[in-house]
């Protein structure tokens, strides 16, 4: 694999950084800001609208850019939106800057998605992606566990001037290693490209993205609380069981990409499965320390293998729009599966059953993005056979 493309990794290891760390420390901005839990969790629902929003219009309005500089602007912003989240007074300050630093997510990935795919050969574009994507669970079992454990001890504030810093860094990796690239993307016509976006594989591709992450969310957006109130860990022991959450991250990443080189329908099928039935045995080991520890990497695991399977179907089934506007309206749909998942747990947690139902509330999203790969399927094989027999 080229150098360049892990310079796109350090570029998702700082996003990764941000949109993650708040998990591990909702209790200490609820306690400092003067919120319930459930407000502090919208904080990842607004960060994903961030991303839901942000992708498409930012990737259609830097679309005559050269992607170096799209990727390096980005950066800028997402520097900008974490120094915000630093300074924020109070609780709506910080909502607004976590949706400044939400709107270079998607567009990133997306264009990123593009140019990783362009760095290999055609076999190894599955694999490509997920190595950039290992930014993120890199993110996940080495900054997010630190970044925890520095807000614990130093304020949730220092955590975001970290990322920060991160930011600067990312940037800087980016501007030496990605090769310059002069000559601008073909123009797109993007009404073009919009409409190819609601052909409706593609749009069943997107909504089983959006459903899947939606479970991983519900119960990891609320993880501290959870590990501390539920299952009865001390606040100290958060960092190293996200620790645990950030080793399945990246297993599952790895594995999710070779399983998608090898067979992506297989693959989708046997991830959204996998995350399934990890979340329903989630729940009946709660009590329990040690199996508890052991489920937060699987789930982490399952969760992540779906990413390059879900990425690479959204782009083979969106065929003829511009490739860096569908990867970035995938990732637009991995965070509105956040927000989703974020809210539906607050409201299972203020209305409904409570921190213990968390992880049979969630596993009902992967089981019906299951239900509605297998509509897909067949309204696909029912429109090639169609096709044979008009032919």
């Not at 459930?38 to 990842?44: D, H, N, W």
């Not at 990133?108 to 290992?134: C, D, H, K």
């Amino acid at each position: 694999m080229p150098l360049a493309l892990y310079a796109l990794t350090v570029g998702a290891f700082g996003i990764g950084v941000t949109e993650f760390v708040i998990m591990g420390l909702l209790i200490d901005v609820s306690g400092d800001l003067g919120v319930s839990i459930a407000a502090a969790g919208m904080l990842i629902s607004g960060y994903a609208l961030g991303v839901v929003f942000g992708a498409p219009i930012l990737t259609v309005l830097s679309s005559r850019w050269p992607r170096k500089t799209v990727l390096i602007a980005l950066m800028v912003i997402f520097t900008i939106g974490n120094i915000a989240c630093a300074l924020a007074p109070n609780y709506e300050t910080l909502m607004a800057a976590r949706l400044l630093a939400a709107l270079s997510h998607g567009t990133f990935f997306g264009v990123g998605s593009v140019v990783a795919t362009g760095l290999v050969a055609p076999e190894r574009r599955a694999s490509a992606i997920a190595i950039m994507f290992t930014g993120l669970t890199v993110a996940n079992i080495a900054g997010v566990p630190f970044g925890t454990w520095l807000g614990q001890e130093y304020g949730w504030r220092t955590t975001f001037w970290a990322v920060a810093v991160v930011g600067v860094a990312a940037l800087a990796v980016l501007a030496i290693f990605l090769p310059r690239d002069d000559s601008k993307p073909e123009p797109q016509d993007w009404r073009s490209d919009l409409a190819t976006m609601a052909r409706p594989q593609v749009l069943a591709g997107l909504a089983i993205t959006v459903l899947g992450y939606a479970g991983v969310f519900t119960v990891f957006t609320y993880i501290a609380p959870v590990l501390t109130q539920v299952t009865g860990f001390s606040d100290a022991a958060v960092s190293p069981i996200l620790l645990v959450f950030g080793v399945g991250l990246i297993i599952g990443n790895l594995v999710g990409g070779r399983l998608a080189d090898r067979n992506l329908d297989r693959s989708i099928l046997l991830t959204l499965a996998a995350l399934s039935l990890s979340l329903l045995v989630m729940a009946f080991v709660l009590p329990e320390k040690g199996l508890m520890v052991a489920m937060v990497g699987l789930v982490g695991a399952a969760g992540f293998a779906t990413v390059a399977p879900l990425q690479m179907r959204v782009l083979e089934k969106a065929q003829g729009a511009g490739q860096a506007l569908a990867s970035s309206f995938n990732i637009a749909a991995f965070n509105l599966g956040n927000a989703i998942g974020a809210w539906g747990g607050g409201l299972a947690i203020d209305h409904g059953p409570g921190l213990s139902a968390l992880p049979l509330v969630a596993a009902a999203f992967p089981i019906a993005a299951l239900l509605l790969f297998f509509a897909a399927q067949r309204y696909e094989h029912r429109g090639q056979s169609r096709e044979r027999i008009a032919a």
